[in-house]
């Protein structure tokens, strides 16, 4: 410690002699006093949490510190504060930030607090003093109301980003003063009910980058003829509900970024422009209602084209490939266009990612020119009418990560090996008419990650050589034509989910499947599985939904199955199998209490080792933008499970799944009393032990099973009565007994006042409502007690209603963070300029 102590003063005396100063002390006890309001308005328990470097002591020089630039060497005075995200990932807090803890920073130039959650600005700030402020970063909070009217007093403002917020006010007029400004954002906030005028920006003249969406689409910008003072490079205005092009936009030439996308504008693809604006770089159309493609002869070194979701059609311009040779990034699906994809498109020799899927082109792939764009990495032909043979010839795409043919008429063998790609990670070849054995060249495709090749009329086995696919995860060969028995040497060890459903495979279940970790989903329905189910099961196994339906199988159900601590689905029906329902079901843990995880999906691979668009400085240099950062389907997005409810098959994906517990033994031979165990499993949503030979009473502890949809118990040899406590399952609406030995009142209150008649035939002596039996013993007191109770059960379905409502919305919100973070580019943008923004100083 004194050692420590004695260099560090022997180390500061040299730096005085080389002139060194330590800053300000003002600025460092301001620091310190910034670092306590984090922690106070943060849910932070130890000071070391955060701003490590921040320490309260005498010699510590606090240009030094993290998130702190002192610029000028002789005064070092504190330029720079890049405070974002400092409460980002903690437990949220609100906290109303307090400008006032700045003002010691009298040079300061450049203030970053955004991500950081704070509910608003205390009033009388002061902040405006900080005259020769020239970024401030307030982005990402939850600022409501509108901004301090004195903001206009911080004349040196060039970076003024306010975006997603939930700010509301009339800000342009407090920005209009602002002549200094170079990038204004204002997406993502709450401003509605207004008219936003572009000319109320017109003296901006320094305007480079302005960035504004609507929430809802009660604003409009209005787009009224003013001519505005400034040239734009990034005008990003998707979701504004324009109309039509903003007039202004004639006279902009300067622009390299433009989004607008959502906007509901139509006519002719507006070549005018590209025309104008020879450096545009990227051009955002996304979900309009264009309708005719055209371009001029004039060559443009547009960079990245978005035009899907829009309604042209007819052919694509003859000269496309020639007019715009250096897309990098082209998506035109979703659209009408029809014929064969130009040969001109060959000579985009830069393409990297082309997505014409659902279109109607066609042609043969031998003769696409797509084989010539040899920089390709993401290739997608879905859902068109492309035919002939997939891979014909040498395809060089050497490049290669995902290529997408599904959905097309290709036909004939998969030919022998002619791409040559080794860096394949996803091959889509499903919902074609492709025939033949599955070549054991396909092993060779050492990376790939997602295989999907269903719904073809392939025959034969699976290759062995598909245990070279050492990264697969996601293997479909469901609704083809494979036979034979699986070989048990066959052995998928990184494989999560395997689709093996409706072919004619045969033979004996291989152990492997159960004896790794991996497997989360398997899938073997209708085909000809026989014997016994496998019971060496692997304790610390994943898998999360077993579907063996359709089969063959025999013996009873081997209690080891109870190992499989995560399953979630498990269908067995339409089986042979005997003995009783093992009671250890219950040791299922996730049908118990449910699956904590929830937002835990994301686990696809998101970096593509793509460049990821170096966007510092993209509009204020000449730096070239690069891709968008391109994002592979996360994996949960291509898992689906489709499992029986209420007599139809329901497909589970993504969020939806990890709800989804369901349980299937139908149609087997099982005998002996329904363990009273099955009423743990209370996450249970579907529960199906029809057309058995059970025997014994319907358990009351069926009433726990709380989230239950459909109970199925129909077709067996049940007895007793139906236990009244079954009123208690709110959820329920399917609920089948019937064709059992049933006896006693049937119940009538809640839930059950809803089930008719064939709910309960074939059940001797049920009676009362709704079958024509009615119980003559039964006292009137009973009568009146279950009439009272009807005006309750009124008050619970609204109560149960608005909790379904409820987790209905929370799925949704889920589902749209998901789809709105993964898919939707503007936001991608807006993130990446965001990131720019941050960086700028
Ligand atoms: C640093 O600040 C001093 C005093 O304000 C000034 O004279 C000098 O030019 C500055 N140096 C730089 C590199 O800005
Ligand atoms: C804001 O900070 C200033 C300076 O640190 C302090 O004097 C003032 O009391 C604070 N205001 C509020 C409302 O906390
Ligand atoms: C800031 O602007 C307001 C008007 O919005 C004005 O009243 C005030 O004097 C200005 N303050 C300074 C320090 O210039
Ligand atoms: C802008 O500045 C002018 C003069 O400098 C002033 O009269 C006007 O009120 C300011 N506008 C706003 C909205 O602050
Ligand atoms: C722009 O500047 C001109 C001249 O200074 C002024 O007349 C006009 O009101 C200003 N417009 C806005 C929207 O501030
Ligand atoms: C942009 O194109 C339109 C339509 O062709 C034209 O009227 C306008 O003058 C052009 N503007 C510039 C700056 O070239
Ligand atoms: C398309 O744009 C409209 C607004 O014009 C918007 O309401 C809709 O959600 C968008 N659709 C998609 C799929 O983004
Ligand atoms: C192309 O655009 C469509 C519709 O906007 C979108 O769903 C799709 O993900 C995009 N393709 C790629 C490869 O990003
Ligand atoms: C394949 O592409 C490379 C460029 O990526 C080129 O050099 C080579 O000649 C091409 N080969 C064939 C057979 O087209
Ligand atoms: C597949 O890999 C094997 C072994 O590395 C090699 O002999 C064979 O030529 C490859 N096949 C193709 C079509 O690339
Ligand atoms: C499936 O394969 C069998 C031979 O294994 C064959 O007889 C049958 O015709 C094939 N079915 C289809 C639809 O190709
Ligand atoms: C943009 O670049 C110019 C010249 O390099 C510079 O003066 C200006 O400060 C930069 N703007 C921003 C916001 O960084």
Redesign the pocket.
């Given at each position: 410690m004194f050692l420590f102590k004695l260099l560090a003063w022997v180390s500061i005396c040299l730096f005085q002699m080389h002139g060194y100063k330590g800053c300000l002390e003002t600025e460092r006890t301001a620091l310190l006093e910034i670092k306590r309001f984090f922690i106070a308005v943060s849910d932070i328990e130890y000071e070391d949490e955060i701003l490590t470097s921040w320490v309260d002591d005498e010699m510590s020089d606090c240009c030094g510190w993290e998130q702190v630039e002192c610029v000028n060497a002789t005064t070092r005075r504190v330029n720079q504060l890049s405070l974002d995200g400092i409460k980002l990932t903690r437990r949220f807090r609100s906290g109303f930030l307090n400008l006032s803890m700045f003002l010691p920073f009298q040079e300061l130039e450049s203030l970053d607090l955004s991500d950081n959650y704070f509910g608003g600005v205390h009033e009388n700030e002061g902040i405006?003093?900080l005259?020769n402020l020239f970024e401030l970063n307030l982005g990402g909070n939850k600022f409501e109301g509108h901004l301090p009217?004195?903001l206009?007093?911080l004349t040196h403002l060039k970076v003024l980003d306010i975006s997603s917020n939930k700010l509301s006010g009339i800000l342009p007029s407090v920005i209009a003063n602002l002549t200094s400004l170079e990038y204004l954002a204002l997406y993502d906030n709450k401003f509605k009910g207004r008219l936003f005028s572009f000319c109320s920006l017109a003296n901006l003249s320094k305007l480079e980058v302005f960035q504004l969406s609507m929430e809802t689409d009660l604003l409009q910008v209005e787009t009224e003829n003013c001519l505005p003072t400034f040239q734009l490079k990034v005008l990003s205005l998707p979701n504004c509900n324009l109309g039509v092009i903003p007039n202004f936009l004639l006279h902009q030439f300067n622009l390299k970024y433009l989004d607008l996308s959502h906007n509901k504008l139509a006519g002719n693809f507006p070549t005018w422009l590209l025309e104008n604006n020879t450096k545009l770089e990227v051009l955002y159309l996304i979900n309009n209602s264009f309708s005719r493609f055209q371009l001029t002869s004039a060559q443009h070194g547009l960079l990245s084209l978005d035009i899907s979701r829009n309604s042209f059609s007819g052919k694509l311009p003859q000269n496309m490939g020639i007019v715009l040779p250096k897309l990098v990034y082209m998506n035109i699906s979703k659209n009408s266009f029809e014929g064969n994809i130009p040969s001109s498109i060959g000579k985009m020799q830069g393409l990297r990612l082309l997505d014409v899927s659902s279109n109607n082109f066609a042609g043969e792939l031998s003769q696409s020119p797509v084989t010539n764009c040899f920089s390709l990495e993401w290739l997608e032909l879905s859902n068109n009418n492309f035919d002939g043979q997939i891979f014909p010839n040498y395809m060089n795409l050497t490049q290669l990560l995902l290529l997408y043919l599904d959905n097309n008429h290709f036909s004939g063998k998969i030919k022998d090996g002619l791409l040559r790609s080794t860096e394949l990670m996803v091959l889509d070849i499903s919902n074609n008419r492709l025939s033949g054995h599955i070549p054991s060249w396909m092993g060779n495709f050492s990376n790939l990650y997602i295989l999907s090749m269903s719904k073809n009329l392939l025959e034969g086995n699976i290759p062995v050589q598909f245990n070279n696919l050492a990264s697969l995860q996601i293997l479909d060969i469901s609704e083809n034509n494979l036979s034979g028995s699986m070989i048990s040497t066959l052995n998928l060890s990184s494989v999560e989910h395997l689709y093996l459903q409706n072919n004619a495979l045969g033979g004996s279940i291989p152990n492997t499947f159960f004896r790794g970790s991996a497997l989360e989903t398997l899938d073997l329905r209708d085909n000809y599985f026989s014997g016994r189910i496998p019971h060496q099961i692997n304790e610390h196994s994943n898998l999360r939904a077993l579907l063996l339906r359709g089969n063959y199988l025999q013996g009873p159900i081997p209690h080891q199955l109870c190992q499989l601590r995560q399953l979630s689905i498990m269908d067995l029906s339409h089986n042979r199998l005997n003995g009783s329902i093992p009671a250890c079901i219950t040791n299922l843990l996730f049908w118990k209490v449910g699956n904590e995880s929830l937002y835990g999906l994301g686990k696809g691979i998101s970096d593509l080792g793509a460049d990821v668009a170096e966007m510092r400085n993209y509009y204020n240099s000449t730096v070239e933008l690069f891709l968008d950062r391109i994002h592979l389907r996360s994996l949960d997005e291509q898992v689906e499970v489709n499992f029986m409810t209420k007599n139809r098959y329901e497909s589970y994906k993504g969020v939806i799944l990890e709800y989804m517990a369901g349980l299937d033994l139908s149609s087997n031979e099982l005998t002996g009393d329904i363990p009273s165990e099955i009423g743990d499993l209370q996450n249970i949503h579907g529960l199906n032990l029809s057309h058995n030979f059970l025997s014994g009473s319907i358990p009351e502890s069926f009433s726990n099973l709380k989230m239950i949809e459909s109970l199925d118990l129909s077709h067996n040899k049940l007895n007793g009565q139906i236990p009244p406590q079954l009123t208690e399952l709110h959820s329920l609406s399917k609920f089948d007994v019937s064709y059992n030995n049933l006896s006693g009142p049937i119940p009538d209150k809640e839930q059950f006042s809803t089930f008719d008649e064939s709910s309960y035939r074939g059940n001797l002596h049920l009676c009362g409502p709704p079958i024509n039996k009615s119980c003559t013993n039964l006292p009137e007191l009973l009568e009146t007690s279950s009439k009272g109770a009807e005006d309750e059960s009124a008050v619970d379905m609204v109560a149960f209603y608005w909790s379904f409502v409820a987790s209905c919305v929370t799925v949704m919100l889920g589902l749209l963070a998901i789809l709105w973070n993964s898919r939707d580019p503007s936001n991608q943008i807006a993130e990446e300029l965001n990131y720019l923004s941050n960086k700028s100083a």
């Open positions: 405006c003093e005259k009217r004195c206009n007093n």
